[in-house]
Every structure is written in C-alpha cells, then in structure tokens.
C-alpha cells in the first residue's frame, strides 16, 4: 500500500503546474511544495523519482519527530528553538545588509578624499614604530662574488646584478629602496644578537653583519622614529578602508531611520507607551 501511495506521489509530480501551487505533503500545519523539493535536487541526479521519494520520506520523519519534540519536551529545553531563530533573523540581516553595500557604496576612494582625511586626522598617524626605506639581504657565506654584490649593494651602482644574485643566492632578501616598511619587519630576519642591538642598527646607513653561516647586508635610504608623522604612502591603504567602512556604517544607519520612519508613515508601527 506504502509503494503505492508513493507511485500516486509521483504521478501528481508530472503535473508540474498543479502541484507548484499545491502542497505534496500535509503533516500538522507543515506543508512540503514541489517547489522546495525541486530547488534541493542536485543537478546531476540522475534517479530524480528515487530523490524525491527520499526527500518526501525524510520530511516526513523530521517533523513527526519535531512535533513530539515540541509538545514533550520542558519549555526550558525548547528554548533553543528561539535561539536559533534569533540567529536565523541575524544571518539574514547581515546578508540583506552586505547584498545592499555591494550595490550602493563604491569602494573606490579618490587620491584627495584620501589626503583630505590624512590632513585632517594627522595625529591619527603618529609612528608608534620605526620605519625605513631599505635594501636588505640574507646569504650564505659560500655563495659566490660576494665581494662584488657588497660594492654594487652598497653603492647602488648595479641594481640589475643586485636583482638577480639575489634571485639566484640570497636565502632572504627585501628591495624596495622607495618603500617605507616597518623596521621590525626587518628585524624578524636577523639573529637575536644583531636584534638586541636595534638602537644602533638605524644609527649606521650601511650595515654589515654575520654568524656562522651567514652574511647580512642592509642600507638604510631613509628612516622615521617612533613619535613622527606616517608618510601617507604607508597608511593610505588603512585610510582606504576606513573611509569605506565609515561610509558603509552611515549607509546602513540611513537606511534604519528610512525604515522605521516608512513603518510609521505606513501605520504598520504602533508602539503602546
């Protein structure tokens, strides 16, 4: 009787028309639509009746157990379900929210916009670490030409050479002498005793240090200390970011006030006081 039912199941199916405005299935006051089932079917199935059967079977057997679990369980325990809920209505929001942002905020920010904050927010970007414009590398002592790459590194003469003997020999290496970078950045590559020593290390333009195995370069362009302004090439990125997300926070501040002022215009706000 059981098979038969489903076969009667699956010949209402076919009537695709009928049934995407009719439920299949009525347990209690659950109601299970073609609609639903149609959207969970994966495209490559390929037994689309036994998919369905399944679907309409488990459906089935969740809400005959959700029911119970409502009408037996203390209220205390059914609390999870508002729980979820909640987080339901949150997961929602924040969708509606970010679909919303990806339409209305342009994330592009022009180079005065970006200025125009740095001017007016300088004490914002006060350094609270050293930084420097560097060249820097890491090699082994065996490596070859070395007292080539210190004359061509140090005076800058070769930055081709540089490039590429780096590329081939150093194990590290950074060369962005127009760069403004961190000092500690640096330091993170340099034994402990050469780091213990960090107060002199930006004392002297061209450094040469070593242990057992390795030979260390750096030649400082520029540097700034710890209490001096950021140059606006180090943060403008930061000021990128937060321009776009103070114009997201107002964005969805306006859109609160548009709503509920709406929801009162339209009577559909009543608040008993």
Known sequence: MRYLNFLFIF????CKNRFQNEPIAVLYDQKLYYDEIISELPKNEIDTNYFIENYISLWIRENLLLNNAKINLPSKQKQIDKKT??????LLIHKYQ???ISQKIDT????NTI?????????????????????????????????????????NSDVEFVIEYCNQFADKFYLFDTTWVYFNEILHYLPDDIVKE???????????FDD??????????EKKGIGELSPI???????????????????????????YMQAITDNKLKINR
């Open 85 to 90: 809920q909640n987080y339901y209505n949150r």
């Open 212 to 221: 057992k195995e390795n030979f260390y370069f750096l030649k400082i362009f």
């Open 98 to 100: 970010k679909e919303l």
């Open 115 to 155: 200025l125009e904050y740095y001017i007016k927010n300088k004490e914002s970007f006060v350094l609270k670490n050293e930084i420097v414009k560097i060249n820097f590398v890491s090699l082994k002592k065996s490596a070859p030409n070395l007292e080539r790459l210190r004359t061509v590194f140090f005076d």
């Open 198 to 208: 960090r107060k002199y290390l930006t004392n002297i333009k061209n450094n040469i």
């Open 108 to 111: 592009n920010v022009s180079a």
């Open 11 to 14: 010949a209402l199916l076919s």
């Open 233 to 259: 090439t180090l943060v403008k990125e930061n000021i990128r970011s937060t321009i776009v997300n103070e114009n997201k926070l107002r964005y969805l501040n306006e859109l609160d006030n548009q709503l």
